[in-house]
T-cell receptor, first 113, second 115 residues
Framework: GENVEQHPSTLSVQEGDSAVIKCTYSDSASNYFPWYKQELGKGPQLIIDIRSNVGEKKDQRIAVTLNKTAKHFSLHITETQPEDSAVYFCAARAPSGNTPLVFGKGTRLSVIA | GAGVSQSPSNKVTEKGKDVELRCDPISGHTALYWYRQSLGQGLEFLIYFQGNSAPDKSGLPSDRFSAERTGGSVSTLTIQRTQQEDSAVYLC?????????????FGSGTRLTVV
């Protein structure tokens, strides 16, 4: 089955700097790659997703890139703000049947003002 | 409702007791998922319901865990004879369709503590 690895597990950046979180996946059939943000005491919230027919997607300060050949995808946050501090999870899903999302172990991002 | 609702938000139970966790998904969402999040860990898949199809129980860690979904809406996750290793946050999510590529909407979770 699918296996998703996420790095780093913790990341600290200065306010205004960029943050990059990387994930790799094992199943070449996977075609959907969402990113979730989890704030303290809350459930994960979808922030951006990408499908395998595109290589990059942007939404204001966040962007996701996908390299299908290498089976890795990354989340980029530019001009970080203190409210970006949270735990971020990547996930992958294969299209066969009704397989659920497989999540990485998360990255705790701290933006230092 | 506007989002996925889970209850209770917190549950403390004694080892060996049974617990029931409830999830009320977004109206119209046909797929419902249960995940477990242990301290500092990622999200571990437990079980998945899609419409009237048989649930995918492949993630349930033992036969002490079971779940049902009544009328294609509300779901209950039951843990029998709870153990300390069952302590975790149990998250429920729903999506418009189990097939295809749709993001999940998660509830805020139930924090279960077994003492």
């Amino acid at each position: 089955g699918e296996n998703v690895e996420q790095h780093p597990s913790t990341l600290s950046v200065q306010e205004g700097d960029s943050a990059v979180i990387k994930c790799t996946y094992s199943d070449s059939a996977s075609n959907y790659f969402p990113w979730y943000k989890q704030e303290l005491g809350k459930g994960p919230q979808l922030i951006i997703d990408i499908r395998s027919n595109v290589g990059e997607k942007k939404d204001q300060r966040i962007a996701v890139t996908l390299n299908k050949t290498a089976k890795h995808f990354s989340l980029h946050i530019t001009e970080t703000q203190p409210e970006d501090s949270a735990v971020y999870f990547c996930a992958a899903r294969a299209p066969s049947g009704n397989t659920p999302l497989v999540f990485g172990k998360g990255t705790r991002l701290s933006v230092i003002a | 409702g506007a989002g996925v609702s889970q209850s209770p938000s917190n549950k403390v139970t004694e080892k060996g007791k049974d617990v029931e966790l409830r999830c009320d998904p977004i109206s119209g969402h046909t797929a419902l998922y249960w995940y477990r999040q242990s301290l500092g860990q990622g999200l571990e898949f437990l079980i998945y319901f899609q419409g009237n199809s048989a649930p995918d129980k492949s993630g349930l860690p033992s036969d002490r865990f079971s779940a049902e979904r009544t009328g294609g809406s509300v779901s209950t996750l039951t843990i029998q004879r709870t153990q300390q290793e069952d302590s975790a946050v149990y998250l429920c999510a729903s999506s418009f369709s189990g097939q295809g590529s749709y993001g999940y909407t998660f509830g805020s979770g139930t924090r279960l503590t077994v003492v």
